[in-house]
């Protein structure tokens, strides 16, 4: 019976529930003990990290049946954004302790599916039609789980009882997952990129940290591969990363990441021991066998806060085609708990333009955050009448110019940033990061830091 109760007591504490505080209810509902709904957060940070990496071997375009998919990681923002709201609703006197957990032990059985089939899907040997099986599995999964319920009012509906007419079907289409804070690297408006190393060497445009802090040390960095060519990036390729007493030869999967479309592969670096602070990453292509050096890589906060980007994202971010694209200011800051509001108010020669500018997307890894606020213009790319254009399209008279942006997070002054726009709306070449690994699809600019 001790080692009984002992197991259950490990699963509670697994499940994120720890309980921290008897608190008595009004009646009908009495006594409680209210739950830390901080735990489900950090639960639901984990998946969301790395069901990205898990979904990364596969096509673009997934679909399942006649729904059209939304973007993964937005599925599990809602379950947890769910979840939250029933901890916060028990421990507010809303909901009696059966029905919490009622409502809990359904969350945690899906949360534990999702969990089962994202690590299913990081097995190396899995042949191409297992890895659909289980990708169309989790996809379906996470689609159903991410409709609203029946309401009991229309499930008899005034016609009859038990009588309801079926949904309207929806059109089947096709369209790539995108987040407005993920990475393009298909923007008709980039920067230039590097020279290629040698054949068969991509770039590195995304990378985090795994698992987030909060759930133990880092043991392993994922990274997002953008080839020069078709046939950059191959399953016999390797990733090499060297710093301190950190080597490890990283294996290459070749594949569209779903959460990043475009894009050549993935790798997977696993970590042991203490962690340098700065490691140096080369590649290995397994058509020439010839190791080239990519960069150094800074695995601390400082690098990345000390810089700012600009990136081009399609406008609507999920249009396909893009007819438009919409800059996007993107900065770094350290990972703290909670939820951070990053704002900004800009001037284009001294001129304010777009009001008060609110980040509209945020990714969080193990060790940092990463905002992309929208600029007041977007650019047509491609010819198309698809989508009425912007109110703010771009005009050069309105647009170009020199820009400075004061950013806020939390209402706090953060930092100021300068570059230039052009007439052609692409930005002014400002300083380059050459010797860091870290090559996004992004146009560097000038940042000064305000705290």
């Given at each position: 019976m001790a080692a009984r109760a002992r197991l259950a007591a490990l699963l509670t504490t697994l499940a994120g529930c720890a309980s921290y505080k008897e608190y008595t209810c009004p009646q009908p509902i009495g006594p409680i003990v209210r739950d830390d709904c901080e735990a489900f957060r950090v639960r639901y940070d984990s998946v969301k990290v790395d069901i990205g990496f898990s979904l990364g071997g596969v096509g673009a375009h997934v679909g399942v049946g006649q729904e059209r998919l939304r973007d993964p990681s937005e599925m599990i923002q809602l379950l947890a954004q769910r979840t939250l709201t029933m901890c916060h609703d028990f421990n507010t006197c809303r909901l009696t302790n059966q029905e919490y957990r009622e409502r809990r032990d359904e969350a945690d059985r899906l949360l534990t599916s999702i969990t089962a089939l994202t690590g299913q899907l990081k097995n190396p040997s899995l042949d191409a039609a297992t890895r659909q099986k289980l990708v169309s599995e989790l996809l379906a999964l996470l689609e159903s789980s991410g409709r609203p319920a029946p309401s009991v009012a229309g499930a008899g509906g005034a016609g009859g009882a038990g009588s309801s007419s079926p949904p309207p079907?929806?059109?089947?289409?096709?369209?790539?997952?995108?987040?407005?804070?993920?990475?393009?690297?298909?923007?008709?408006?980039?920067?230039?990129?590097?020279?290629?190393?040698?054949?068969?060497?991509?770039?590195?445009?995304?990378?985090?940290?795994?698992?987030?802090?909060?759930?133990?040390?880092?043991?392993?960095?994922?990274?997002?591969?953008?080839?020069?060519?078709?046939?950059?990036?191959?399953?016999d390729d390797f990733l090499e990363i060297e710093g301190g007493a950190v080597r490890a030869k990283c294996p290459v999967h070749r594949g569209n990441p779903?959460?990043?479309?475009?894009?050549?592969?993935?790798?997977?670096?696993?970590?042991?021991?203490?962690?340098?602070r700065t490691v140096t990453l080369s590649y290995r292509p397994g058509v020439s066998g010839q190791l080239s050096r990519l960069g150094t890589l800074d695995l601390g906060m400082g690098w990345l806060t000390e810089r700012a980007w600009v990136a081009f994202e399609p406008d609507p971010i999920h249009l396909d085609p893009v007819l438009f694209e919409r800059p996007y200011l993107v900065m770094y800051t350290e990972r703290t708990p909670g939820d951070h509001e990053l704002d900004a108010r800009c001037r284009v020669g001294g001129k304010p333009v777009g009001g008060v500018l609110r980040a509209a997307d945020a990714d969080d890894t193990?060790?940092?955050?990463?905002?992309?606020?929208?600029?007041?213009?977007?650019?047509?790319?491609?010819?198309?009448?698809a989508i009425p254009q912007p109110e703010d399209l771009f005009n050069?008279?309105?647009?170009?110019?020199?820009?400075?942006?004061?950013?806020?997070?939390?209402?706090?002054?953060?930092r100021d940033v300068e570059f230039e726009v052009l007439p052609s709306a692409r930005l002014k070449p400002a300083a380059s990061d050459d010797q860091a690994a870290f090559a996004p699809p992004w146009w560097r600019v000038a940042q000064k830091r305000l705290k």
């Open positions: 079907q929806k059109p089947q289409t096709r369209r790539s997952f995108r987040k407005k804070a993920g990475v393009y690297v298909k923007s008709a408006i980039a920067p230039p990129r590097r020279p290629q190393p040698a054949r068969g060497v991509p770039s590195i445009v995304e990378y985090y940290a795994w698992p987030p802090a909060s759930l133990g040390k880092i043991n392993a960095i994922h990274f997002y591969l953008h080839g020069y060519a078709p046939d950059d990036v191959q399953e779903i959460l990043v479309p475009g894009l050549s592969g993935t790798a997977e670096c696993p970590l042991e021991g203490a962690l340098p193990a060790t940092f955050r990463r905002f992309h606020l929208p600029l007041p213009f977007a650019v047509r790319v491609a010819p198309g009448n050069p008279a309105q647009h170009a110019g020199r820009w400075s942006c004061t950013v806020t997070l939390d209402g706090d002054p953060l």
